[in-house]
């Protein structure tokens, strides 16, 4: 870690990067689109791999009680 000087032990110095292009989701669509055309395995992820993200953000909300009490999140049931 950096600090602003030598001696001192304060904040560290911060550096804020930004990304002016965010080709991502482009990407993923495309070879998405390209496995389909083209008959080939779909290149990253399946649908079981997106049902378990969408698990953990949901226990995610649902460990927070007054989130869990406000929006009424029961326990899910899991799928593996």
């Given at each position: 870690?950096?600090f602003?000087?030598?001696?001192e032990?304060?904040?560290?110095?911060?550096?804020?990067?930004?990304?002016?292009r965010?080709?991502?989701?482009?990407d993923e669509?495309?070879?998405?689109a390209d496995?389909?055309l083209?008959?080939?395995?779909?290149p990253g992820?399946t649908s079981l791999d997106?049902?378990?993200?969408?698990?953990?953000?949901?226990?995610?909300y649902?460990?927070d009680?007054?989130?869990?009490?406000?929006?009424d999140?029961?326990?899910a049931e899991q799928?593996t």
């Open positions: 870690m950096v602003k000087g030598e001696d032990g304060g904040d560290p110095r911060e550096q804020i990067t930004r990304y002016n965010d080709n991502s989701w482009h669509v495309f070879d998405f496995a389909l083209e008959d080939k395995p779909i992820g997106a049902l378990h993200t969408v698990q953990l953000v949901y226990d995610i649902r460990a009680p007054e989130w869990a009490l406000r929006f999140l029961a326990q799928v």
